[in-house]
Structure formats: structure tokens, C-alpha cells
């Protein structure tokens, strides 16, 4: 959209409940997504197609595709909307493609560690999958986003090197992902790793192939993406009052919270689109929905006003 200066992928729906351990109505998924699509956002990473043994919670991906691309009568449908779920192998793609999806993400470690506790297979193994998948995707229509994750640490191994995201992302881009997103998974990046990441990546791939996935375990997110963006990235997924984590990461907190990332941004000048009221409404309904507190430090501030 090209009113806005910055585009946020809002990951709530997948990142954000993929890792809560009670068990969530596909109706209040279904009602998330809607009242998420309703202030503003256009790029709702709605569910996954991964095996329910490994994730449960999303088991009822499929339930919530087909009801969120029902209702046509809503307002929101007038709008060009993205609803991208992760689909790591053919089966997840099948089912996604069942569903009605028309974007689909794949996956892919950059550390040999998380990839066999995530996906149960070796990098180079992720990769061949998210080859596979993206080219039939693409033969199917549905356009393909890519994801790595471990860009500053993995769970197990301990620091990753920068120069190690660089090819993987490269093979990503070279198999038809139309962009990258950049998955800090543990939270532990800082505005100096940014920097030092982008400085390397940047020198081989234009800043729109790229795009911002930050944990906010140690509360850098927003640090994170106000560097990268002076860097030049304008993409940045995060979560809705700041839910998630992936299962397969112990120590990781969630993404950093759409409402602190809009806050910031929005009071520098810089457009997103996004109802940050009714954003923060959102947030505080879907903590109260989940029984947890509303963890957005702005989402907080905004609703005791
Ligand atoms: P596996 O056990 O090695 O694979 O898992 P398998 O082929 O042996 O399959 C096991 C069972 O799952 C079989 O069923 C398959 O049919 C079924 P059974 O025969 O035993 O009844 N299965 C599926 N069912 C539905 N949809 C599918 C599917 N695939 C297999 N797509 C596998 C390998 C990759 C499937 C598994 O490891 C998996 O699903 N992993 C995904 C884990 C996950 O979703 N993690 C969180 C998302 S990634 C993340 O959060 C990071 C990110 O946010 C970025 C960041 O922050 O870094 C993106
Ligand atoms: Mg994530």
C-alpha cells in the first residue's frame, strides 16, 4: 500500500498463539483475525499447516482459513487482504492450498541445532522442503514468503555467525520467496547485531527483499526495528499485545507488541495505516480472551488513560 511508509505482518494468530498451552476456541481465532483486519492491518499470518502433533494448537488451521475467507458481507473484505500461513512441507501446502490460501510461508533455521528440534531435519534438508514447496506454490498461484530464523543465537548451539544468514537467505530469495523475513527466535538481538547483520546482508540484497522478525525476550524489539529501519527495511512482522513464541525455543518470549512498534513508529513520523486505539482494544480482548496480563507497554499505557 503505498500510503503507508511501512508494512507490518501481523503474526499474532500464528506466532502469537502457536505456543499458548490452553487449548483456544477456533471462534476466537476466527474473531482475532476480524477485529485485527479492522484496524487497519492487511498482512494477518492467520494459522500454519504443520503437523498438529508438533503444534497442536493450530491444529484447526484449516476451520480458520475457511471462515476467515467466508463472509463477504464484511466490511473489511473490500480491502486487498494477506492472510500468509506457514506451510514447511507438501502436505502443509496441500492443505494449505485446500484451504484457500494464497500466500504461504516457508521456513527454514539458519543453525543445524533448531532445525532438527523445530523441523526435525538438518538446514540443507529444510531447504530442499521450502525448494519444493515454493515451486509448486508458485505453479499453484500462491505467491511465497520466506522465513529463517536463528539470525543471532540459537536455543542450543549459542551465537550465529552473520555471515552464516547470508547464503541461506540468498537460497530462499533464488527459489521464488518474494522477500525474507529475518527471525530473531530467541529475542536477544540489540540494535548493534542489527546493524551488524544488515551490513552484510545488505551488501548483496536490496533492503525490500528484506523484512524484520524480532522476539522481544530481552525488550529490544522496538530498538531493533527503529535501527533497521534507519538501515533502509520498511517490513516488519510482530504480535499483537506482544503474544508468542515457538514451542521448539526454549527461553523465547514473544514477538515485540504491534502496538509498541505502531506507537513508535506513528509518533516518528512514519505512517503504518494502523488504528493504534483500536489496536490496543484488540489487545487487551485478546490477553482477557487467552487469561494472561495485557503485555504491550503502550497497549497498557494507552488503556489506562
Ligand atoms: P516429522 O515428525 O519429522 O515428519 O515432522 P513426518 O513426515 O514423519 O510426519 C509426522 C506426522 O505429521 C505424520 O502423521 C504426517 O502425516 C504429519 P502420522 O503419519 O504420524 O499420522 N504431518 C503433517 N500433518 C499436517 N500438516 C503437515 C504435516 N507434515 C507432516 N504439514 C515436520 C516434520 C516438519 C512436519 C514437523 O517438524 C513440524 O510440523 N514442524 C513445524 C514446527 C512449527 O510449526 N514450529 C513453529 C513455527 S516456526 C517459528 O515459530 C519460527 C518463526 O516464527 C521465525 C522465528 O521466530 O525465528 C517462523
Ligand atoms: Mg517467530
Redesign the pocket.
Known sequence: NSSRDVEIVE?GP??GL?NIKTTIPTATKVELIRRLADTGLVNIEAT????????PQ?ADGALVMKQILQHPGHEYQSRQLNYPV????????Q?AHAAGAKEI?V?A?VTKAFSKA????TVDQ?LL?CEAVTKEALHLGIRVRG?????FSDPFSGPTPPEAVLPVVRRLLDMGCYEV?L???LGVGTPKKVQDLLETLLAEIPANKLAG?F?DTYGQGVANIVRAYDLGIRKF?SSVAGL??????PG?RG?VATEDVIYTLENSGISTGINLGALCTVGQWISNEIGIPYASRAGVAIASK
Do not use: E, M
Not at 86 to 93: C, D
Open positions: 503474526v500464528r506466532d502457536q500454519s499447516f504443520v503437523s498438529p502433533k508438533w503444534v493450530l506457514l506451510a514447511p512441507n507438501q502436505k502443509g501446502l492443505n510461508v521456513f533455521s523445530n523441523q526435525n531435519c529444510a522442503h522465513v529463517v530464523s536463528c539470525i523475513g527471525g530473531d527466535t522478525h522476539h512482522d508468542g513464541g515457538c514451542p521448539y525455543a523465547a514477538n
